[in-house]
């Protein structure tokens, strides 16, 4: 996104004001995450390293993400996140990620069965970790799930139907149109506009519209790419009133996330 403002750096807006509880026994990871969820704008990270001690910290505090690791100093990472679930306590309910050097199809499985809303392995970027974290954040504001409720997201002139699964485009002046959109370019559009204009990575959305696929090939990147190209050009196609300064409507960002421009001022 040459000349235009860095979407992560935005994400400062997301993250401020918000706080993070790390159950992590390597200190020197602990270290890193943590100053990595600071300097992106975090006002408190608190950390421990067994899994009582998190227990314990997620009663009494409210947090707003909870980052967790499998293998921990005393009580498990896993029976520490069902603990804190089924303890009623001030972040009970609040989002939970894995990110753990467990990372088998049935350990993922276990973490999400555990209450876990995302699962990673290490080792895991910098870019990942705060766009997968930007993403939990997302879901659980009142905005997104006014969204959810309403089974739309509304980007400038375009307007998805979750529920019935269409893209409409109405043009400045003009009439709605809906665009033709095979099911998985439905599903990447949408997964790109819900994030309002934040940072989706290409792992992200490979688990996300790829789901038949059960593990990562080593040419995701590959096969998103060409995607990706494809429906550059097919959005441009079927959107020719937007002003060609405003395509693609699918930018990079860094090297390995995109991001669906924001249109609500421009188009």
Request: hydrophobic content about 40%.
């Amino acid at each position: 996104m040459a000349g235009e403002a860095d979407p992560f750096a935005a994400l400062s807006r997301l993250f401020e004001r918000r706080s993070a509880l790390v159950l992590e026994d390597d200190r020197a990871l602990a270290e890193h995450v943590m100053g990595k969820l600071t300097r992106a704008g975090f006002e408190r990270v608190d950390h421990v390293t067994a899994g009582e001690d998190a227990v314990s910290a997620a009663g009494q505090q409210d947090y707003d993400i909870l980052i967790l690791d499998r293998i921990t100093l005393g009580m498990d990472g896993l029976s520490a996140l069902t603990a804190i679930r089924e303890g009623g306590g001030k972040s009970a309910e609040a989002p939970a990620l894995f990110l753990t050097a467990l990372g088998g199809e049935r350990q993922r499985v276990e973490g999400l069965m555990a209450g876990a809303d995302d699962y990673l392995s290490k080792p895991v970027g910098d870019e990942e970790l705060l766009a997968r974290v930007a993403a939990q954040l997302r879901r659980s504001g009142r905005r997104g799930e006014d969204e959810r409720r309403s089974g739309e997201l509304v980007n400038g002139p375009l307007r998805m139907s979750t529920g019935a699964r269409t893209l409409t485009f109405t043009p400045r002046g003009g009439e709605p149109r809906v665009l033709d959109l095979s099911p998985l370019e439905f599903a990447i559009v949408a997964e790109l506009i819900a994030a309002r204009g934040q940072p989706v990575t290409k792992t992200m959305l490979w688990d996300r519209c790829w789901v038949e696929w059960k593990f990562l090939p080593d040419n995701y990147v590959n096969i998103i790419d060409a995607r990706i190209s494809a429906l550059r050009r097919r959005l441009k196609e079927q959107c020719p009133e937007l002003p060609d300064s405003l395509h693609p409507l699918i930018v990079s960002a860094r090297s390995q996330s995109l991001v669906f421009r924001m249109l609500d001022s421009q188009a």
